[in-house]
């Protein structure tokens, strides 16, 4: 019997790279290189795969004199980096996650201390052939702040036609809680559904905004469509996404965040850079868009008090210990 | 990024983006590196213990990368900034004596340091990686707005553990000779 002794350089057979791998080895190794950049680095934010600002309907709104001196951020910064806890806490999800919301046909149901409650359709409460814009400064509590060109109209407005009595001293809001469309609230990080609350002096400021849109066109879903307050002096998680439930009340209201943690988060929550987040300081900013780059990426200002609205609602305050009703 | 300057491609708060995944990576091979014993212990597969000590050295460096980030892209490398965030804020605090307790364990991690501190003290030092691994899990969870799941899922993971080792010590120190 013949024994064949192999020779010390070989190799079994079925150690041999298999043919196709050996023609596809330089996409192999490409891959490698790509998995190893994914190991090194942060994985790409999901700017790249959002919906062009086209694809949503344009609207038709007037011009104001609300526009500050500062360049507003790209509609990539404003629909792809936000805060939707219902979608996810990562600043991506909403614009991930946000198309699943129904946010037609919408109805609003008014509550409370007013003449005229009941559900409304969302077409009665904004009248869409008077909408206007204002470019307002948005300055998040975690020390970020984006400049957003909104299209709506005055809260005041809408709030009026619902004729709240004289036991109207606040307000307070309510985000829809669709839990089927809302992957994020399985889980309670905050009490669902989303609350906010406004003094009623508060809301009647002509600042005060409901937005229908931004940069000309219907808000996208992750941006709160299709109705959200925008209050630009406070903190942005006061401009409540969203709102399906508008309820006049006596007392001042529960709101989620100071339900969560009323140490960190106050009912007032103005934007003031001597009042320190227990975690974080509010003395500066960063600023988000328009400039990108590395230059972007720094970018700080320091943060005006009542986020540079001081003249518009200073006197909402006066007398007031800001640091203690902060 | 630094290199490149295409800030763009981690999305447009890049620094944020940064340090959060240099964070949450470090926490995570720490975990990993925690996870090797009860690995070895479940599979027999003795030879893993070689991996040990590198998977520490790489949460480590992982630390040191999320520690300069925060340093230099959050605080612009002010070091009074750092002081004033480091007695002021608690996560801070927790973060910074992590790193305090991770540091002597890599300066130590060579084959000559062991045969200098001798197997046993070596062991005996190198034992501060679980309150390191404890503080940097609270870090995250002290850090995180509302009430967050993940840093609750590091904190069960952690939690399994080092109850795995306690588990395994009250076995050995109850039948003596087993």
Known sequence: MLIRRPPGYTIKENAVTPRAAWLRRREILAGFAAA???????RAGATKSLPAMSNYPPLKAAKTAYSPSNPAAPWEAVTGYNNYYEF???KSDPAKKAHRLTTAPWTVSIEGEAEKTGTFALEDLIDF????????????????SMVIPWVGVPLAQVLQKFAPNSRARYVQ??????RKEMPGTLWPVLKWPYREGLRIDEAMNPLAFLAVGVYGRILPNQNGAPLRLVVPWKYGYKSIKSIDRIVFTQDQPETSWNM???REYGFYSNVNPHV?????????????GPQTGFRGALARRDTQMFNGYADAVASLYTGMDLKKNH | MLLTGQANDLGVNPIETTNRFLGDTALRVLLITLAITPVRDITGYVPLTRFRRMAGLFAFFYVCAHLSSYLGLDLFFSLAKLWKDIV????????????????????TSTNAAIRRLGPKRWTQLHALIYPAAILAVIHHIFMAKGFQLMPLIHALILAFLLGWRMVKWLRKNTHPGA
């Open chain 1, 129 to 144: 052939n008077a909408l206007e814009e204002r470019i307002y400064r948005h300055r998040c509590v975690e020390a970020w």
């Open chain 1, 88 to 90: 996810g806490t990562g």
């Open chain 1, 36 to 42: 190893g950049g994914t190991l090194a680095l942060p």
């Open chain 2, 88 to 107: 002021k804020r608690t996560y801070i605090t927790l973060g910074m004596s992590a790193f305090a307790l991770l540091l002597p364990l890599a300066l």
């Open chain 1, 260 to 262: 969560s943690n009323a």
């Open chain 1, 276 to 288: 320190d987040h227990p975690r974080w300081s509010q003395a500066s900013e960063r600023v988000i």
């Open chain 1, 173 to 178: 809001f309510f985000t829809k809680w669709a």
